[in-house]
């Protein structure tokens, strides 16, 4: 039909009309396209990100003309969508007169465990050997798989231990997919009693019990910050509903790898830890947060989602399952419910918490993956099976996520006493010809301690004496191979890539640490400056804790900067 033409509508300064408002059409083709990725799902606001990774899985970018469409069907500004997108590593934006990325994307991870193990020669390796208009390869930070370091994820397919010569070979093979491990399924699981409990609880169950059960048993948060378990439901029930539960599955702290890997082997635990918990305090809804690093464990989720829908255990709908875009900053509980709202992943002001006002500002109960894992134990076994076990005057079970320069790297359940000599001879001791240098008690956010600091039990409250804590328990070795200077500057490069940049001092404060560590001799009077600055006025924990591998650099390992 030939359009005709008429006076504009649309006045101009010069008093001509316009016959289209100013700025990006709405593109035919690209509207239908974006429509067909949607077909079927509800279209609200909260709901950007997730056709966000619509898009950019179809067609391996957001082209602008997408973007524009998306906007027509959500009515929401180009702008705003565009700040979401650029927020997260995992969206490539491209304007109309940019070169779509290539159709593969090699990650190689750069976490101080996989630079331990080679990822910078590695990556080197990839981009001579790679022409690089068929393959991009990029730097990444820690896809928690630092047990088989170094690791890259080549489309969505991870690579252990990985060489050119097995990129080769996944390239020629097109083996880009994520690989289900073996895992125990919804029948499996249901047969050997599962879910029992779950349906008692829902039946004559009293959640005041079951919080003083969960109690007794001595359970912290593992997620890193140790807030008591029971505790947070009391909280989020004193507070008027509808309220929700939301779980945090970003695990995102270089060296942590625990979630995944009970994820991965035994999801239904963690599944009915999480409805007991949800129906402790009448959550209207369960959102499960994963991380977009961890594929295999989110198709293993949607399967067995969908197997307990089936069941009738929870209805339709009930668990929403949403994936993160590779954003560190996201493991922080109010920057997950921003992002599961669809937004930025940018920490709240607080107070108020999220107890009161989480998701759709309504009260919210979060716990992590490996927290809801023993909530079902506990419920299942009785208190016992955490508050039995003692070490050292410490009371429990921590799992560690052990890698670095030992034998038997890997998930360790362990008693919560115990120290670095155990969690190494545990690994099977050090690897051959290397020595015990230092260690890294959970995550960068902690720094390093030097070997000497051997017979400090690794759980919560016993090492903030020494200026730094356990978190997530997540622990990597260094041998005498390494350079403890070197090992905190990985550290503050991955707080400076990860900083949501929402305040100055952590924002400017990571640039301008990793700026001062890269000298050959470090200023270390203007550094603790910069760290106090940090500890001081940062809104989140991030920039809180930036400068602990500085500051233990510079108490313990003077004699290198």
């Known amino acids: 039909m030939t359009q005709q033409i008429k006076k504009g509508v649309w006045k101009s300064g010069?008093?001509?009309?316009?016959?289209t408002p100013k700025g990006r059409q709405v593109d035919d083709t690209a509207l239908e396209e974006v429509q067909a990725l949607?077909?079927?799902?509800?279209?609200?606001?909260d709901m950007l990100i997730e056709f966000l990774h619509l898009i950019q899985d179809h067609y391996g970018h957001l082209a602008a003309r997408h973007i524009r469409a998306l906007a027509e069907m959500m009515r929401v500004g180009q702008a705003e969508i565009y700040e979401v997108a650029s927020f997260y590593a995992h969206f490539d934006v491209v304007r109309e007169d940019e070169t779509p990325p290539p159709a593969l994307t090699i990650r190689v991870c750069d976490s101080l465990s996989c630079e331990l193990a080679g990822a910078?020669?590695?990556?080197k390796a990839l981009e001579d050997g790679l022409n690089p208009k068929e393959v991009r390869v990029v730097r990444a930070p820690c896809m928690g798989r630092c047990d088989t370091a170094p690791v890259l994820e080549i489309g969505h397919n991870h690579i252990d231990h990985a060489t050119p010569e097995k990129v080769q070979a996944a390239i020629a093979s097109d083996d880009t997919h994520a690989h289900i491990p073996e895992y125990e399924t919804f029948a499996a699981y249901e047969a050997e009693g599962g879910y029992a409990s779950l349906k008692e609880l829902r039946a004559i169950g009293d959640w005041e019990a079951v919080q003083d059960k969960v109690l007794e048993a001595g359970l912290r948060g593992l997620g890193g910050a140790g807030f008591p378990s029971g505790k947070k439901w009391g909280f989020v029930r004193m507070n008027e509903g509808p309220r929700y539960l939301a779980v945090n599955g970003d695990e995102g702290e270089p060296g942590?790898?625990?979630d995944r890997y009970y994820l991965e082997r035994t999801p239904h635990v963690f599944l009915e830890g999480m409805l007991m918990a949800a129906w402790a305090v009448e959550a209207e809804k369960a959102f499960i947060y994963m991380r977009d690093e961890y594929p295999a464990v989110?198709?293993?989720?949607?399967?067995?989602?969908k197997a307990l829908e089936d069941a009738g255990i929870v209805e339709a709908g009930y668990i929403d399952l949403r994936r993160g875009a590779g954003a560190y900053i996201c493991g922080e509980e109010s920057a997950m419910i921003e992002s599961i709202e669809g937004k930025r992943g940018e920490p709240r002001h607080r107070p108020p918490f999220v107890a009161q006002v989480g998701i759709f500002g309504q009260p919210t109960l979060v716990h992590n993956v490996e927290t809801l894992y023993w909530v079902c134990k506990i419920?299942?076994?009785g208190p016992e099976c955490l508050n039995s076990t003692e070490k050292n005057g410490r009371v429990g079970l921590r799992s560690y996520s052990v890698s670095g320069r030992v034998k038997n790297p890997g998930v360790h359940l362990l008693p919560a006493g115990s120290t670095i000599d155990d969690i190494i001879e545990a690994c099977g001791g050090m690897l051959d010809g290397q020595t015990f240098k230092a260690y890294q008690p959970g995550g960068p956010s902690?720094?390093?301690?030097?070997?000497s600091m051997n017979d400090i039990p690794l759980d919560f409250d016993t090492l903030?004496?020494?200026?730094?804590?356990?978190?997530?328990?997540?622990?990597?070795v260094l041998s005498d191979k390494d350079s403890a200077k070197q090992a905190a500057l990985n550290m503050l490069r991955f707080f400076e890539d990860e900083s949501c940049g929402q305040c100055t001092p952590c924002r400017v404060g990571c640039e301008k640490a990793v700026k001062l560590m890269s000298k050959d001799k470090w200023d270390t009077g203007l550094l603790e400056e910069l760290s106090q600055t940090m500890v001081d006025a940062s809104i989140c924990g991030l920039g809180q804790a930036a400068p602990n591998p500085i500051r233990l650099t510079i108490k313990h390992f003077a004699d290198e900067i």
Do not use: C, M
């Not at 910078?120 to 990556?123: G, V």
């Open 14 to 19: 010069k008093g001509k009309g316009r016959h």
């Open 38 to 45: 949607i077909a079927g799902r509800d279209v609200s606001r």
């Open 120 to 123: 910078e020669q590695l990556q």
């Open 256 to 258: 942590t790898f625990k």
């Open 298 to 305: 989110l198709e293993i989720l949607r399967r067995e989602i």
């Open 379 to 381: 419920n299942r076994e």
């Open 446 to 451: 902690s720094g390093l301690l030097p070997a």
């Open 464 to 476: 903030q004496p020494h200026g730094t804590f356990i978190g997530s328990a997540a622990v990597v």
